[in-house]
C-alpha cells in the first residue's frame, strides 16, 4: 500500500515543489534521494525517481543516508545547533543517541536493543484498536489524562534503550484489566494514552541527561517522527534549562519523514561533490 501510495503521490509532489519553490524543472542542478533504511517498496519508487531526472536532467545524484537526514533536519531552518551535539533520534524504524561531530561525522552512543520508541507508540495503539501510525493519536489522547497506570522502565546499557519489555507488561496489564471490566479500555483510554506515553518519554529523557552528562556536550537536539511529540517537547525545554542546555526541536514539518531533511542532508554533500552513479539500489537495512 505505503509503495502505491509513493507510486501515485511522486509526480504531483515534484510539481506542488516546484510550484511553491517558483522553479521550473531545469533550473534543478542536482537531485537528492535516499535508498534507506525503510520500506523497500518506498525506497524503490523514491530512488527510480532521483535515477530518471538525474538521467534525463544530466544532474549529479546524491545519496543520503535516512538516519542522516533526520539528524540534518536541524539545518533545514534557524536555530541551528553548533557542533557538536547530541541529538536523540526517534523515529518508527530506529532509536538512536548520535553524537554530532559536523554534517559529515556521526557516531552512534546508544540505541535501541530491539524496537524503537515509535514502534511502542504503534504497538500500544493497536493493543487500544487505534489506528496507524497512532503515535500523534495517543499524543492527542494523553493530553486529556493523567500518568496514573505505571509500568516498568527496562535495565539495559547506559545510552541504550529496549521498548519490547514495555509492550509486554503494556499487553498484560490490559488482558489483567479487561477481565475485570471488559469497558476498561474505553473508559480509561486517555489515562492510558498518558500513561505509556509518559513512561516512554521518561525513559528518552533520562537517556539524554546520562549523554548529557557522558560527554559533556549540553547543545541538545531530538529528530525523528517521535520529536514531534508534544510531551517530549515540552518536556526537553524544561529539563534544558534545569541543566543549562541549548536546545533544539526542529519544527513539526522537519520530525516526521520529509523530502526536505534528505535535500538539506543532499546539500551538504553537493558542497563536497560528494555523487552517486546509477548503479545504487535501495536497501531495506544500511550501517549507520
Ligand atoms: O520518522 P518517521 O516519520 O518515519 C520513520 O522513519 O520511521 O517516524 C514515524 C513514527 C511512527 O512510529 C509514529 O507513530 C511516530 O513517528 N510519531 C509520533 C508522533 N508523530 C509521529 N509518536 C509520538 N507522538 C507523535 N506526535
Ligand atoms: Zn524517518
Not at 525503510?38 to 530518471?52: F, R, T
Request: net charge neutral; hydrophobic share 40%; with cysteine.
Amino acid at each position: 500500500m505505503a509503495s502505491r501510495q509513493h507510486l501515485s503521490n511522486i509526480i504531483p509532489v515534484i510539481e506542488v515543489a516546484l510550484k511553491d519553490a517558483n522553479m521550473n524543472i531545469r533550473d534543478v542542478y542536482a537531485t537528492a534521494f535516499t535508498p534507506g533504511p525503510g520500506l523497500l517498496g518506498s525506497l524503490i519508487v523514491g530512488v527510480s525517481m532521483a535515477k530518471a531526472l538525474a538521467l534525463s536532467l544530466d544532474i549529479p545524484l546524491i545519496e543520503v543516508h535516512h538516519m542522516h537526514a533526520h539528524v540534518l533536519a536541524h539545518f533545514a531552518e534557524a536555530p541551528r545547533p553548533e557542533f557538536p551535539f547530541i541529538c536523540l533520534t526517534v523515529s518508527g524504524g530506529h532509536t538512536q543517541i548520535v553524537l554530532v561531530k559536523s554534517y559529515y561525522d556521526m557516531e552512534i552512543l546508544g540505541s535501541t536493543i530491539d524496537d524503537a520508541a515509535g514502534e511502542a507508540f504503534d504497538k500500544t495503539g493497536k493493543m487500544l484498536g487505534l489506528d496507524y501510525p497512532a503515535g500523534p493519536i495517543i499524543d492527542k489522547l494523553a493530553q486529556k489524562g493523567v500518568p496514573k497506570f505505571k509500568f516498568p522502565e527496562p535495565q539495559v546499557g547506559p545510552l541504550d534503550f529496549s521498548f519490547s519489555g514495555l509492550k509486554t507488561s503494556i499487553l498484560y496489564f490490559l488482558q489483567k484489566e479487561m477481565a475485570k471490566n471488559p469497558h476498561f479500555i474505553n473508559e480509561n483510554l486517555n489515562d492510558i494514552c498518558s500513561s505509556v506515553q509518559n513512561t516512554i518519554i521518561h525513559i528518552l529523557i533520562g537517556k539524554l541527561i546520562k549523554a548529557s552528562e557522558m560527554t559533556g556536550i549540553k547543545n541538545i537536539g531530538i529528530a525523528g517522527g517521535v520529536s514531534a511529540n508534544s510531551q517530549l517537547r515540552q518536556t526537553l525545554t524544561e529539563v534544558g534549562k534545569k541543566h543549562n542546555w541549548h536546545t533544539f526541536i526542529p519544527s513539526f514539518a522537519y520530525c516526521t519523514d520529509n523530502a526536505g531533511m534528505i535535500g538539506v542532508a543532499g546539500y551538504y554533500k553537493y558542497l563536497r561533490g560528494e555523487f552517486t552513479d546509477q548503479n545504487v539500489s535501495p536497501l531495506a537495512r544500511m550501517d549507520f
